[in-house]
């Protein structure tokens, strides 16, 4: 049943699609080793998907025999976290996450590196009867991290192809944003084919395209994940294409390879096609789609599609922007971090330094019932305590201390509000002007262009009438309460 299974789903995929290479991602238990010869299953480090030997063999045997390759998924730059006894006398650089567990550590890719994990990796497919085996790598983990650290992808293939060599195997190797890739590869010998996982469009894909797999000789593998949505959050492959669905960028992609005699990387587990670096997840194709894909093979390709869409992945010119490498603007935010902190700082140290009885000398001329006592230094104003204090002793206060001197308490000072009796005598004068006024002018037969008489006449009844209240008034009664009902005349000033 297994057998058939198997060898349906690769000739579907063989004649459909015209697949001719397989890549079992995920096939092995862990990262340092693989298992050991002769374990029947096991389960996947990553998801804990469990994983047949013999389901494996079934699926080699038939791609075999439909003439294709099989290759075996091996990450070129991990151990198991913590293997300190494979990682002796090599750096490790980080550690790489899912779901908040470690899942492996991070080595750099180096010739010595290869001569210590190639012949486990290569026993091991060997016995499996592999083509060969496809090196995953993680890029140049940790901005640049790897390369600081000595990486040498080029130096890793060449160490590793006599050992994989001497078992019958090929090996091919994941240039992640064009991480490790050499020009010498072309002609060394050392890979069956190269193979770029892109991230960064167009700024990797032109480089793809233009210089590393240029057309139209082809003969490479473009990988460039379509996504789940056409949303495109947390995929900055697809952070130019927000709006349109994966499928769409999947026959774009696919028309693109097919245009410069490359293949793209979409289909796998028979009709389904990949979303993510994650090929598990994958999901089924639509009839519609599969039909645009055949004809992909047999009709003629519209060199018009094949510029528009070279002129998007490859562009003859980069612009500023799109030539900066995706970690660019958190370095440039990095780097103006100290500037944004020292203008705060600055910024606060001035507003401390200010002297405190500004706010009060504010508050007098912004408000605009105060305009009539600007010369008066007695006017009453109702402090952030309740309490009602002449304008001389409020800035006295400010000016020497934050303590009040008719509670003893300390405040915060951040309103300085009129008194309310003040508020209500100007507000008499007002309509008693205003009716003085329009009296006047229906006398003269002319509208309200009556003069109005001195504000100094409202100056003296509000400081008789306060002068009254204060006298009258026991000390313990001096506080006046807002009610909500009572028109608030407030100004809020910094203190600070």
Known sequence: MIVTIAARRVNYMATVFNVREWQFYDAVEGYSAPPALGKESWQNTAFFRPVQRRLISAYIRAIRAAGGRSWLYVQAMATDPGDTELQKDAPVIGQHKVDGRPLLDVMPPTHAWAKRIAPRWATFAAEMEFSGIHWDTLGDFGAGRASRNGADLYGFLEAAKPILQAQGLEQTANFVDGFGWDARLWNSGLI?????????????????????????????????????????????????????????????????????????????????????????????????????????????????????????????????LQSLPPWAPWLLLLLLLPLFCLIYFLRTKWCKKRPLSSPAQLQVQKSPVQKPFQSDTRRSVLAADGFTYERQAIEKWLSMHNTSPMTGAVLAHRY????????????????????KRTTQGRRAGVSKTCISPPLSELSDEADSYMDEEWSNEAPSRRMVRMEEDMPILSHQVDDG
Request: hydrophobic share 35%; with cysteine.
């Open 192 to 320: 069956a084919f190269p193979y770029w996982e892109v991230w960064s469009v167009p700024r990797v894909s032109r480089r793809f395209f233009r210089e590393a797999c240029p057309g139209p000789a082809g003969g490479c593998v473009f990988v460039c994940y379509p996504g789940k949505d056409s949303q495109h959050s947390d995929q900055q492959q697809n952070s130019g294409f927000v709006g349109e669905g994966p499928t769409q960028l999947l026959l774009d992609r696919w028309t693109l390879a097919k245009c410069t005699n490359h293949t793209y990387l979409a289909v796998g587990d028979g009709a389904n096609h990949i979303q993510t670096e994650y090929f598990p997840f994958t999901r089924s194709l639509d009839v519609q789609v599969i039909e645009q894909l055949q004809h992909l093979f047999v009709g003629d390709l519209d060199k018009q599609e094949c510029a528009r869409l070279l002129d998007i992945y490859a562009p003859a010119e980069l612009s500023l």
């Open 416 to 435: 300085l509000t009129e008194n309310f009796a003040l508020r209500h005598l100007i507000e008499t004068y007002e309509a008693q002007l205003s009716e």
